[in-house]
């Protein structure tokens, strides 16, 4: 589904064989699905990832089985998985974290299997999300383009976009324990969004209590 058209649903089990991907509504898979079932993938426009054939394997327990998959150009993507399914080891996978035992994964075509997370333009924020405690909500978000070098003007522009689209403007100036949970974890993805990521890895997040833009 396009990011305009908002996001494609997949109902997600990788421990077995038989079709681990399939797409639908979360209505047609008969199942009520629990905040921790549900994680998301946002692609940005002119890139793609794709998994091919990939497994993850610790000792004799296959924690991912035979895998692929491809997330289209500039597409907000939805798994689907019951507790235990994989889908935090696939994001894992996604974000370089952790290496496939076998498989493929490529961005924009390139073979990036081997490759550190500290080499990929990727951001991954946790369900239990972690935030700078003794920064401000203005340094929590400007941390990575600090580290990155940006100039002062670009990074004061990438944060106050980045407030304006999480709604943080008015506790720019807050620590995070001065912070609802909503409003703390909204920082955290502040922080992930505004490093620009071509791919954006949200574990769990849909419980974000306050309403704000949707990012499709």
């Given at each position: 589904t396009s990011s305009g058209g908002g996001p494609s649903w997949g109902w997600f089990s990788p421990r077995t064989k038989d079709k681990p991907w399939k797409t639908g509504s979360r209505k047609s898979q008969g199942r009520n699905w629990r905040q921790s079932d549900i994680c998301l993938v946002h692609a940005r426009e002119e890139?793609?990832?794709?998994?091919?054939?990939?497994?993850?394997?610790?000792?004799?327990?296959?924690?991912?089985?035979?895998?692929?998959?491809?997330?289209?150009?500039?597409?907000?993507t939805v798994?689907?998985?019951?507790?235990?399914?994989?889908?935090?080891?696939?994001?894992?996978?996604?974000?370089?974290?952790?290496?496939?035992?076998?498989?493929?994964?490529?961005?924009?075509?390139?073979?990036?299997?081997?490759?550190?997370?500290?080499?990929?333009?990727?951001?991954?924020?946790?369900?239990?999300?972690?935030?700078?405690?003794a920064m401000t909500v203005r340094e929590n978000i400007a941390s990575p383009l600090r580290v990155a070098g940006r100039s002062r003007a670009e990074i004061d522009a990438a944060v106050a976009r980045a407030a304006r689209l999480m709604k943080l403007e008015p506790y720019l100036d807050r620590t995070p324990l001065n912070l609802s949970g909503g409003q703390q974890q909204r920082t955290a993805l502040a922080r992930a969004i505004v490093k620009g990521a071509d791919l954006v890895l949200l574990l769990s997040l849909i419980h974000i209590s306050e309403p704000t833009r949707p990012l499709y």
């Open positions: 890139t793609v990832l794709q998994l091919i054939d990939v497994e993850k394997r610790v000792g004799a327990e296959t924690h991912i089985g035979d895998v692929s998959l491809s997330l289209e150009r500039g597409t907000l798994l689907l998985g019951a507790t235990l399914s994989g889908k935090t080891s696939l994001m894992r996978l996604m974000a370089g974290l952790d290496k496939p035992t076998s498989g493929r994964i490529l961005m924009d075509g390139v073979d990036v299997t081997g490759v550190s997370v500290r080499r990929r333009n990727v951001a991954m924020v946790y369900q239990q999300f972690i935030n700078y405690p």
